[in-house]
């Protein structure tokens, strides 16, 4: 079986979103080794920064892997700059909770992003980067949808 013209432009494009995960998480590295994290501790204290989430909540948000997001967690409460807490609505699931330690790091590391965030959105320009974000929402409702129905095995 061959790829349509469509599936072929699908696969170059996965090829790219994988290799431009890759330039990012290392930016994020650099972004974050100066208060001594790295992207993956990044991730975690900026989707807690709004509120408290257990570990599964927060793996969803992320589409990350329960595991994963556990043991990231776990060093940041190690740390010092995250903590669990009780969850009212949930006797075993704990809340991670973001810590004013943590809360000073994550400002840091976002001042850093917002920077670096001005001058590639300056570079690539507001307009392609609206239309590239309009086209990976369409793509993740796709990608939804086929997981729905069991698809990518």
């Not at 990350?64 to 990231?72: D, G, I, K």
């Amino acid at each position: 079986m061959a790829y349509s013209p469509a599936g072929l432009a699908f696969s170059d494009l996965v090829v790219l979103i994988f290799r431009l995960n890759g330039t990012l998480l290392k930016a994020g590295d650099r972004m974050t080794a100066p208060v001594g994290q790295t992207s993956a501790r990044w991730q975690v204290l900026g989707v807690i920064d709004e509120r408290p989430m257990t570990v599964a909540a927060i793996a969803r948000t992320m589409g990350l892997t329960r595991q994963s997001v556990q043991r990231t967690a776990d060093l940041l409460v190690e740390d010092g700059l995250a903590a669990y807490e009780d969850n009212p609505e949930h006797r075993r699931a704990k809340l991670l909770r973001l810590l004013p330690l943590g809360q000073e790091v994550l400002n840091v590391i976002e001042a850093s992003q917002q920077d670096w965030a001005n001058r590639v959105g300056e570079a690539v320009g507001e307009s392609e980067l609206s239309r590239a974000v309009t086209l990976l929402e369409r793509l993740l409702l796709a990608l939804d949808r086929e997981e729905g129905r069991g698809g990518g095995r």
